[in-house]
């Protein structure tokens, strides 16, 4: 097989970026930590990683940065609490790993990577992936460092935070029990292909601020927080997870693929079908095993960044391209 | 529009059966207990009801029939509790609502439908669920109430039952967590369309037998566990759900309706794919929204019926088709 020069593509998350409007300090920190994350997930490819060990080496650099609804810094749940969701998928067999709503673990994408490696399953929830964590000797964390000031303050800015109890929350919503969609999303995620010509995502989130407890996104979904397929590509998604559960956004786009579309013709494509059958807003990042790369967000903005040796190219709002050296 | 006229079909899961293999008394419980599930939903149709009602009625018909891998009867975890997964959707508005690893509901499918129309989420999890269940007034059953003597000998029965803590079971089990294939599936699911066109897919099950605790399988995912699309048609998928996530096997079969496929090569050609891809076996059944039905299995049997008035069908093996009256 001819070697395949490597590429490497990574997501901080659709939404509105209100924080960041108006404040340039803000925009300077999502800029550097998509293309710091980039570079991380590009220097496992460079020493010869495979595309699974950059997705994972992205993933957790954007983990690892408080900036990022993931990991540290995560959105949290209606009682004020951390619960993850992460994903991982390899292009060459079709094996994945996830685990869902985890409080305690400070790289989600690395326990979603064990379980897919050291279990015959591809999911396991909570505190029962966290005992598995500590089984396989990834350390667990005390969950309240995983919190911060501002996730604090983002979820207590929210209509729909009545009350730090659930019961007075759902005597409070009757009819209605959920939270408002939230414009700020910031899952982050990505896409990576290696010399070997293989492809792989990660997916990883703190989820909806201000969601239940218990709520299970498209994050940790194969089909829909992300896929990755030899045949025809890798995809990352990010946005309102219940429209991309509902359409399976990121299976649609590899089905699109599997067509023949571009990877930009099918992420277009993709959003489009995400808004035009349920009202979804969103974002994707998308790899052929050819290296061709696609990105588009029908959210007003989405951060992304990637490498393309020697360049990388990074942006935020609509029509952006930035770029610096390796 | 054209009213239709009203179709259900359901299973019971796809597997090697052994149990019934030589025991009249075993094979006979397993097809009363499709053909009522069958005649439960069928009803709800024949009373107006809608897809969504016929499906929710066979698979809680099939979830409180211990012979079913799924409500009371489900399979036990290495632990020996109870963790069951459900999922249901309509095809009209791809609405969707899942829940995962609950152990005290009678009916988890009846909470996966509370969870699509009470709250703005689609997936709420294991304490979560429950909590949720109590709050809408599904009740809450004693988790040992869903517990047979049927499925506490087959997890005894299983090689890699170690012992009953899972640290024990970690010990004796380095490099290699988890469990073995079970062949004996059962997961139960049901597809229906009603008068006014419409088509919805349910799916519930108990997973699989000796699972790690928290395990989550396809059940409970939608484009895994089952699909459904007013456009093309809806799925309930069974068999292994680990191979069935990795080729989100659900939105795949309605993939190929999409492209022209009728039913029957759609589910054929998904289970091909299934194998293909990853090794996997299992089955499917599907309806159209213009009343065509799919059934297809790979593994040993399946059990199925289904109800096109007059007539109700059913079998288990390959090449069986037996009829009675409705």
């Known amino acids: ?45 460079r020493k010869g990683g495979s595309s699974l060990d950059a997705v994972e ?22 009682e004020g609490a951390v619960e993850m969701d992460a994903s991982i998928m390899d292009g060459h067999s079709l094996d994945a790993g996830s685990v869902v709503c985890v409080s305690n673990v400070a790289n989600p994408v690395h326990l979603a990577r064990a379980v897919m490696e050291q279990t015959k399953h591809v999911s396991l929830i909570s505190d029962r992936a966290s005992a598995f964590a500590e089984h396989v000797g990834i350390g667990t964390v005390n969950p309240s460092t995983l919190i911060t000031e501002k996730s ?7 209509p729909q935070f009545q009350a730090s109890r659930l019961d007075d929350f759902y005597k409070q919503n009757p009819g209605s029990t959920g939270t ?20 792989a995502y990660a997916t990883s989130t703190g989820g909806i601020n201000a969601k239940m407890p ?15 397929d030899n045949r025809c590509g890798c995809v990352s998604t990010t946005g309102d997870g219940e429209a991309l559960m509902k359409t399976c956004l990121a299976r649609q786009i590899t089905f699109l693929m599997e067509q023949g579309r571009s990877a930009q013709q099918a992420v277009e494509e993709g959003l489009s079908y995400l808004q035009d059958r349920v009202g979804g807003s969103g974002g994707a990042i998308v790899l052929t095993p050819q290296g061709d790369i696609g990105i588009s967000f029908v959210s007003k903005g989405m951060s992304w960044a990637y490498v393309n040796s020697p360049q990388i190219h990074y942006g935020i709002y609509h029509g952006e391209d930035n770029t610096e050296a390796v």
Chains 1, 2 share one sequence.
Not at 17 to 35: D, L, S
Not at 152 to 158: A, G, V
Not at 214 to 228: L, Q
């Open 1 to 45: 097989m001819t070697e395949r020069r490597p590429v490497l593509v990574v997501h901080g998350g659709a939404g509105t970026h209100a924080a960041i409007a108006g404040c340039p300090e803000a925009r300077k920190a999502v800029e550097e930590g998509v293309v710091q994350a980039a570079r991380r997930g590009y220097d496992e490819l």
């Open 57 to 78: 080496a992205a993933v957790m650099s954007l983990e690892d940065n408080a900036t990022f609804n993931a990991g540290h810094g995560s959105c949290l749940t209606l």
């Open 152 to 158: 604090l303050r983002r979820l207590h800015s929210q």
């Open 180 to 199: 408002a969609k939230d414009d700020n999303h910031g899952t982050v995620g990505a896409v990576a292909l290696d010399s070997h010509g293989n492809v």
């Open 214 to 228: 218990g709520r299970m996104g498209d994050s940790p979904i194969i089909g829909s927080g992300g896929y990755a």
